[in-house]
């Protein structure tokens, strides 16, 4: 199966970069990432911000999204700033 997953990441601090990891499950992968930097493409994918939205004031929204392959099933992405 095949998938786009858009991803927003609300700053509840003003930062200055972040990450989000996602665990996929076995036999899933990453195939495509937009506005975002992705370590990997299998089990624990870090998505790091990219130049142009990296820095936000609290409460500001940024999104980045990637396509994948296999079951989405039971993902949750972890937020924190860096």
Known sequence: MRAAAPVTHRASLPTNGWNVSVALP??????????????????????TNVD????????QVTEFG???????SGLTPTCTAS
Do not use: P
């Open 52 to 59: 142009y939205n990296g820095r936000l004031g609290a409460g």
């Open 26 to 47: 076995g036999g899933a992968s990453v195939t495509n990432t937009w506005s975002a930097t992705a370590s990997g493409s299998t089990g624990t994918v870090r998505f």
């Open 66 to 72: 990637f396509q994948g392959n296999g079951s989405a």
